[in-house]
């Protein structure tokens, strides 16, 4: 069992920065793909990040790849999601996910067994 916090969200403008982290405690997450989601109010959770077990491949949606970075210190127990650039439409709770099944760097919900409680990002116009 493995236990997800998000933290780093919080309300800022557009163009801004946001680094969000999310911690892991209950086991060490070294062999999990971890995963970024988000949830804008009314729409349905999207895949926004994956990263590989050690670190060395990424993948972006479309839609934010320009902008946003995912990372992991796996000595830290802890993933990262740096994101640039924002814009009104990343307004979402955003939420950290590990896949403990597998090692390809899914975009599925159902791929991940663990999830955090979310952080809330707010850009304002």
């Known amino acids: 069992q493995v236990q997800l916090v998000e933290s780093g969200g919080g309300l800022v403008q557009a163009g801004g920065t946001l680094r969000l982290s999310c911690a892991a405690s209950g086991r060490t997450i070294s062999s999990d793909v971890m995963g970024w989601f988000r949830q804008a109010p009314g729409q349905r959770r999207e895949f926004v990040a994956a990263?590989?077990?050690?670190?060395?491949?990424?993948k972006h949606a479309d839609s934010v790849s320009a902008r946003f970075t995912i990372s992991r210190d796996n000595a830290k127990n802890t993933v990262y999601l740096q994101m640039n650039s924002l814009e009104p439409e990343d307004t979402a709770v955003y939420y950290c996910?590990?896949?403990?099944?597998?090692?390809?760097?899914?975009?599925?919900?159902?791929?991940?067994?663990?999830w955090g409680q979310g952080t809330q990002v707010t850009v304002a116009s």
């Open positions: 996910a590990a896949n403990e099944w597998g090692t390809a760097l899914e975009i599925s919900l159902n791929k991940y067994k663990y």
């Open positions: 990263i590989s077990r050690n670190g060395a491949a990424t």
